[in-house]
């Protein structure tokens, strides 16, 4: 089963970036679809970005297009979001999201924190 293991939040400024990584290990097959989650306090877990392994398919959520970009290293198992012009709405703890054979994974979420 995937074990999915988030790195790379913290605090910063608005209008800032960052950079968050996930390594993903235990895949049977390297073929799944993995990608970004994020949950604000008081708010539901919405989907920030994916990428489909079949067809390299990449799906943003309406409030991150244009600034953020996941990218995948298959050689490395990871999966990276790059975070642009970030906003105080974007703080949340932000989770690495896996499937794999029909199952849903979860990395244990780090903190972003947009704040001036």
């Known amino acids: 089963q995937l074990q999915l293991v988030e790195s790379g939040g913290g605090l910063v400024q608005p209008g800032g970036s960052l950079r968050l990584s996930c390594l993903a290990s235990?895949?049977?097959?390297?073929?799944?679809?993995i990608g970004w989650f994020r949950q604000a306090p008081g708010k539901e877990r919405e989907k920030v970005a994916c990428?489909?392994?079949?067809?390299?398919?990449?799906h943003y959520g309406d409030s991150v297009k244009g600034r953020f970009a996941i990218s995948r290293d298959n050689a490395e198992k990871t999966v990276s979001l790059q975070m642009n012009s970030l906003k105080p709405e974007d703080t949340a703890v932000y989770y690495c999201?896996?499937?794999?054979?029909?199952?849903?994974?979860w990395g244990q979420g780090t903190q972003v924190t947009v704040s001036s």
């Open positions: 999201y896996g499937r794999e054979a029909g199952v849903d994974y």
């Open positions: 235990g895949s049977r097959s390297d073929y799944y679809t």
């Open positions: 990428l489909a392994s079949l067809d390299n398919s990449i």
